[in-house]
């Protein structure tokens, strides 16, 4: 299986790592300093204008969109496997896919809206989005039920009339706490009466509907990631016209799988990134400290670090490049697999690279000094977004095992 990207995708490469290199990785103080201030000042919530500042400059370098593959309304699109250098890059730091336009939830938000709505729903929500002008959110899970289970959402979405009347609770929904956010893409129950599969379906809900309430915003490790945020949203008796319905009724099961493959690509190629810069720490690190009369780099013990470290991040890159070329080549649906195994292996090789680099930091490592404490609970959280463990686990143990379907015991 060929995994080599595209020669648009090499050169797009070498010209993301020197934007990055020169305008985003010097900036990164910079960023948390405007952070800190926008806290002092009493309103963590609202966007960043050294984002924006980058954002043109990106966008003036045709460094834009890079993320949608076969949209006549982003042809600078890639497809998964030639996106997957680049998202790697962008995720050595945690806000610069925002610079490019292509951050989460709105990817994944704009996937949904690329594939399944109507021309309607693209021209009021898709284009702007595109345009960098709006941002959106991804109410899926919610805080009464077992959601690593989605058939157990209760979000009720009840057609009355012309309009759909909304009811339910979700937390987590990333994006949410951002100003700039216009619009949900709302995950609920449709079709009680249907089988598990078939009850659910999603719908587009502007952010400023009537009886909506932002009620709290939800940490991650104690970090809220403002602007952005991870909001629990109430929904009471929001209305919304049919119209604004994904796909049809019942459909929300199809949609959600089409949006969140590419999805896991992004995530687990940001993640090495991460964890691609976590390992160069921790060797800069080790070579330059000494404890008991040497170097703590010629410790044996962090020699065997240093080296399952790469194996760790080469073995995770190796399967999330060849799930983005079945993606790209046979399909979502026949690469089931390994997105699945992606989803399980990478974010669990980062966190352990992560790890040995906050050890080799000492106190350092878990301070506010290093980057690496934020990388690790964000990278602890992808254990659980887009599905726990367990979940693919039992995937990938099931497909196994229809291998075998028919045989004697």
């Excluded at 834009?64 to 076969?70: H, Q, T």
């Excluded at 706490?177 to 009850?199: F, L, Q, T």
């Excluded at 629990?232 to 209305?239: D, P």
């Excluded at 976590?278 to 400290?289: D, F, K, T, V």
């Amino acid at each position: 299986m060929d995994l080599t990207p595209s020669p648009r995708s090499r050169e797009l490469e070498r010209r993301l790592h020197d934007f990055l290199q020169r305008r985003v990785w010097p900036n990164e103080a910079a960023y948390e300093e405007e952070a800190a201030r926008a806290r002092a000042a009493g309103n963590p919530w609202q966007p960043s204008t050294l984002i924006a500042r980058l954002q043109a400059e990106a966008r003036a370098e045709g460094l834009w969109n890079l993320f949608l593959p076969d949209s006549p309304r982003a042809p600078e699109g890639l497809s998964n496997l030639d996106y997957a250098p680049l998202c790697e890059l962008m995720g050595r730091v945690h806000w610069a896919p925002e610079v490019f336009n292509c951050s989460a939830p709105d990817t994944g938000n704009m996937e949904v809206l690329a594939r399944y709505g109507t021309e309607e729903q693209q021209a009021r929500w898709l284009d702007p989005l595109l345009d960098g002008r709006i941002r959106s959110a991804f109410l899926m899970t919610e805080p009464d039920v077992a959601s690593s289970d989605a058939t157990n959402l209760e979000c009720a979405i009840r057609r009355d009339g012309d309009d759909y009347v909304i009811n339910g609770r979700k937390w987590y929904a990333s994006g949410a706490g951002d100003p700039r956010c216009a619009v949900y893409i709302v995950m609920g129950i449709s079709n009680p009466g249907a089988d598990r599969h078939h009850r659910h379906s999603m719908i587009l809900v502007p952010a400023d509907a009537p009886g909506i309430t932002v009620e709290r915003a939800m940490d991650v490790y104690g970090y809220d990631d403002a602007p952005h945020g991870h909001m629990q949203v109430a929904l009471q008796e929001v209305r919304v016209p049919a119209s604004n319905l994904l796909l049809g009724e019942g459909r929300g099961f199809e949609i959600a799988q089409g949006r969140l493959g590419p999805g896991r690509i992004h995530h687990c190629m940001r993640a090495i990134g991460v964890g691609e810069r976590a390992l160069e720490a921790m060797c800069r690190r080790l070579a330059s400290r000494r404890a008991f009369g040497r170097a703590l780099a010629e410790h044996s013990v962090w020699r065997e670090r240093i080296a399952r470290s790469r194996c760790l991040l080469d073995q995770a890159r190796l399967m999330v490049m060849r799930a983005a070329r079945m993606m790209d080549t046979v399909g979502n649906k026949a690469a089931r697999t390994e997105i699945a195994m992606i989803k399980v292996i990478a974010p669990q090789a980062v966190e352990q690279v992560i790890d040995w680099a906050v050890q080799a930091h000492g106190a350092a490592g878990v301070s506010q000094d290093s980057f690496l404490a934020k990388a690790w609970a964000h990278t602890r959280t992808l254990r659980l977004a887009d599905g726990p463990d367990e979940v693919h686990h039992e995937t990938i143990a099931r497909l196994e095992l229809g291998k075998y379907r028919g045989e004697a015991a």
